[in-house]
C-alpha cells in the first residue's frame, strides 16, 4: 500500500466515523458561586466525541490495511 493510498484510507475511514456517530448539540460550561468558570465538562464531552470516532476509524483501517496483506 503506497504513502497516498494510506492516506486515503485514512481519511476516507475518519469521515465515514464522524458521519455514523452522534455528536452533542450542546457543550456546558458551568460557573459556580464565586464566578469561576469551569470548562471541565466541555472538556470531557469533546474528548469522548473525538476518541469514539478515531476508534472507530483506526478499527476500520486496520481490517481494511490487514485485509489487503
Request: aromatic letters at 6%; charged letters at 30%; proline letters at 1%.
Amino acid at each position: 500500500m503506497t504513502e497516498q493510498e494510506l492516506e486515503n484510507l485514512v481519511q476516507s475511514k475518519l469521515s465515514e466515523a464522524y458521519k455514523a456517530s452522534e455528536h452533542p448539540k450542546k457543550f456546558f460550561i458551568t460557573a459556580n458561586g464565586r464566578g469561576i468558570t469551569d470548562g471541565g465538562e466541555l472538556y470531557n464531552a469533546v474528548l469522548n466525541d473525538v476518541m469514539g470516532i478515531v476508534q472507530k476509524a483506526t478499527t476500520e483501517i486496520l481490517k481494511e490495511v490487514l485485509l489487503k496483506k
